[in-house]
């Protein structure tokens, strides 16, 4: 029921993590 929801929210945060990533690469495991 939730699948739209679940890959949305997979491409946000890929998206808000992507700069991030330098700073968070734990986030991103």
Do not use: E, K, V
């Amino acid at each position: 029921m939730g699948t739209l929801i679940s890959t949305s929210l997979s491409l946000l945060l890929a998206t808000f993590l992507s700069p991030s990533s330098a700073a968070r690469p734990n986030l991103m495991r």
